[in-house]
């Protein structure tokens, strides 16, 4: 264990869901984003939701279910062998087939449409590329409080065009109950604002139309598909900008407090990273890092002697590290 092994710089590059992250417990954003601790084990979920965008975005350019049911097995079968497909079920190959099916019939007259896009490269040329899987960095504007510009990582799954040739993204999402609590959310989450906010930069307020979560639910009973409209006024997303430059400026001023703390005295309780009980049961399960919470009252002490729990694993999100060579890159 080195005598600093807190990243810094990586906590302190944002997207939505770090920001997320901190909204619901900064001491979740500092093991997570700061230490890089992560639960050992696999997320099937995140697992089942990576294989599903893949196959997703193979619709979407074109592809047949075929093909696109090829870039799922290969992705799954990394994780899972045949003899557990069943135990996974609703989760399963076989069931993503039938939802792929039910999805492609359900939309038929209503296929989205993926703009192209044309990409610059380095030596002057011209690429042209279905605008799926776009990486990039946005500015959320100027952070006042710490005198730095505030950018924002994306990832967006497709940017598509309505029949007015208004401009609108999609986000492909997967869950397992239908809930109108977390469906009325999606409008107010930073995740989609952030996508909205990319499209307005990019092709400006009047062009674009918002967005589209694109919703499959898996369930023992019979999956569902269903489009959840993300629609704000140009007030609104002002407004959301203001509060991402909060956010923004919050992780900042406690990353500074934690510099300090690093090369301070440390027999005192942390004082930066302060912990939200009311985010220890989100998601309907406790919160990994209970245990260290519930015996540590100086973690960046504790973790500088070296303690580390045995059933995490070190390992940072930064969703740059997803890309593919055929994703698009963006810097706005
Ligand atoms: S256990 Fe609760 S207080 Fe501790 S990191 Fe998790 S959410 Fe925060």
Known sequence: MTSNPFNITEAQRLDSSKMDDFLRCPRYYFYRHVCGFRHAGQN????????????????????????????????????YTEDTDLEMFPKNP???????????RQFQH???????????????????????EIYGTVSIGHDLWNDTNANLMFKIDSICEDHSGKKYFVDHKTGSMNSSAYQMAYPLSIQ?????????????????????????LFKKGGNENL??????????????????????QQVT???TMLRNEVS????????????????????????SYGPLCMSWS?????????????????????????????SITLSI
């Open 110 to 132: 209503d296929k989205h449409r993926a703009v192209t896009l044309r990409i610059p490269g380095v030596d002057g040329s011209i690429t042209s590329k279905i605008a799926t």
């Open 253 to 255: 001023v406690n990353l």
């Open 298 to 326: 100086n973690p960046v002490a504790e973790i500088q002697k070296g303690k580390i729990p045995t059933d995490f694993v070190i390992e940072y999100w930064n969703p740059m590290e997803q890309k593919k060579d055929s």
């Open 94 to 104: 076989g069931n993503a087939r039938t939802a792929l099916e039910q999805y492609e």
């Open 264 to 287: 301070g005295q440390q027999n005192t309780p942390m004082d930066c990273f302060h912990k939200n009980s009311r985010g220890c049961t989100a998601y309907n399960r406790f919160c």
């Open 44 to 79: 099937k979920d995140l697992i089942f939701g990576t294989c599903w965008h893949l196959a997703k975005e193979a619709l979407l350019q074109g592809k047949t279910i075929d093909e696109a049911m090829d870039l799922f097995l290969a992705e799954w079968r990394k994780h």
């Open 227 to 248: 489009r959840l409209t993300i629609q704000r006024t140009k007030d609104m997303l002002n407004e959301w900008l203001y509060t991402a430059r909060h956010i923004h």
């Open 192 to 216: 989609m604002l952030t996508y909205y906010h990319v499209l307005c930069c990019i092709y400006g307020y009047e062009n674009t139309s918002g967005g589209i979560v694109d919703l499959t």
